[in-house]
């Protein structure tokens, strides 16, 4: 399980997902993911998210490294009013990565007739350090005189989050169809200083590093991109005169007695440390072994574990740290201790 999601390519991390950027969750507790088709699905604790509408076009447009995508990818919307809209698919920026953005930009008003002919062409540069955030280099570039007929339309590049967008702004009271092509140039230090493209094309030079030193200088950047591991986790143990060890802040016990009432086992106290028959015996068996007429047999009372901390209780499971610290101690390592109502009887 993690506390979050990194999307990584070429070893290099450009997006990075809590429940700070995917709102519809709630639980950092991410369980599974899955990126396919330009959809990203994500599995917490508490629910399944999904991510569409910025991640469409990302398998294509990273597939081309520092070169051109071929004819690039098409983003599209619909806009009704003057509000800015943007687009989708957009263009993630990877962290250590410097991107060329082209996009020629097309809108029409839906029917008969188009009553607007709306053209622009944007071109932006745009970079993002390690750990940093997408930065504009100067200013979004127009290319050539834009169309329009009603001067309040508008269109533009702009930083989403971890993504560039095509920001069109439409025309009050027009239905607008907008369709952006984007042209995307991008350049990493990871295919830079390697000297190795994403298509694996080798960049001459007069001292290329060895395939192992590639692959060694690689890892360290990737790791270089991640979130440190967790520090040590101190657990707060309780020592009880049998020598078992309670951990309470992480696990207790809930005990059931026999209630005549109701016929049934109902919850009663808690306790830190699993029962034992001779802590805790369970009477309303002993009597029912009496009544058949049997040797009652050492029986405890029934209980269920209560888990305040679920992933510290799995790692003590796991490990086998919590069934040994249950156990009580061998007869030779600790003082006996008698409780019964009339000890020595």
């Known amino acids: 399980m993690w506390a979050s999601s990194n999307l990584i390519r070429g070893l290099v991390r450009f997006a990075f997902h809590t429940s700070a950027t995917i709102t519809s969750a709630t639980s950092n507790n991410h369980k599974a993911g899955s990126l396919c088709g330009g959809t990203l699905l994500i599995g917490t604790a508490a629910q399944a998210a999904v991510l569409i509408d910025a991640l469409p076009g990302k398998e294509a447009i990273l597939t081309a490294g520092p070169r051109p995508v071929g004819g690039g990818f098409v983003a599209r919307g619909v806009t009704t009013d003057g509000a800015a809209l943007d687009l989708a698919p957009r263009v993630p920026v990877g962290e250590r990565e410097t991107v060329l953005i082209e996009a020629r930009i097309v809108g029409r008003v839906t029917g008969a007739a188009d009553t607007e002919r709306l053209t622009y062409i944007r071109r932006g540069t745009y970079y993002r350090d390690a750990g940093g955030a997408i930065t504009l280099q100067g200013s979004v570039q127009t290319g050539g005189t834009d169309t329009e007929v009603t001067g309040a339309a508008d269109a533009t590049l702009a930083i989403v989050g971890d993504w560039v967008a095509a920001r069109v702004t439409g025309v009050t009271g027009k239905r607008i169809r907008w369709d952006s092509t984007f042209t995307v140039t991008r350049i990493s230090e990871e295919t830079h200083r390697t000297g190795i493209t994403a298509t694996g094309r080798l960049i001459e030079s007069s001292f290329p590093p060895t395939p192992q030193q590639r692959h060694t200088n690689r890892h360290i950047r990737a790791c270089s991109t991640m979130a440190p591991p ?101 007869m030779d390592e600790r003082t006996a201790v008698d409780n019964r109502a009339a000890p020595g009887a």
Do not use: C, N
């Open 230 to 330: 967790p520090g040590p986790q101190t657990v707060e143990e309780l020592v009880t005169a049998d020598g078992r060890i309670a951990f309470p802040t992480i696990v207790q016990y809930q005990l059931k007695r026999w209630d005549e009432t109701a016929q049934a086992y109902v919850p009663a106290e808690l306790v830190d440390l699993p029962p034992t028959f001779e802590t805790h015996p369970d009477e309303h068996a002993h009597d029912l072994a009496r009544k058949a007429g049997q040797q009652p047999r050492p029986a405890t009372l029934p209980y269920v574990a209560v888990v305040h901390d679920l992933d510290a209780y799995d790692r003590l499971k796991a490990t086998g740290v919590l069934h040994s610290a249950h156990m009580t101690a061998p």
